[in-house]
């Protein structure tokens, strides 16, 4: 019985193979988990230490700190503010890297990575991009 809720199959991104890496730039991110700020404006997320199933139930009404705390530094808090649902990895890299510039290299590889962590830990999900082209039929003549 898994005591954290999974990340749905349908927005898992490939799993990465031998030989294989998977390519969040065409990925979109969506928030799964609520948040707050800090008295320094930074962003903590709140993660539910029972996220369904028999023990969010039965314990869940009955601890008192009900969350999972996880304090973003300033790259964290702008990236989960760019967050949207609608915006790709690769966008979301562009604008911090306009934010804060060369600090944040090498940025697609390090938002990578902080979107994946994300990810396992099912604090957001992830939707593939959706192809903006349109297969155009064949003429056979």
Not at 7 to 29: V, W
Not at 48 to 73: C, E, M, N, S, T
Not at 113 to 122: D, Q, V
């Amino acid at each position: 019985m898994a005591l954290f809720a999974k990340p749905h199959p349908s927005s898992s991104p490939p799993r990465e193979g031998k030989g294989r890496e998977t390519n969040y730039l065409d990925f979109i991110p969506s928030r799964s988990v609520g948040h707050e700020r800090d008295e320094d404006g930074r962003i903590v997320l709140l993660r539910p230490k029972f996220a369904g199933g028999l023990f969010a139930k039965i314990l869940q009404p009955h601890i008192k700190i009900k969350y999972f705390r996880v304090r973003l530094d300033a790259f964290g808090s702008k990236t989960w503010e760019l967050i949207d649902g609608e915006r790709s990895v690769g966008a979301i890299a562009d604008l911090l890297y306009e934010a804060f510039g060369d600090p944040i290299e090498p940025r697609y590889e390090r938002l990578s990575k902080f979107i994946h962590s994300l990810h396992r830990g099912a604090i957001v999900a992830l939707e593939q991009k959706q192809s903006t082209r349109s297969a155009a039929p064949c003429e056979s003549k």
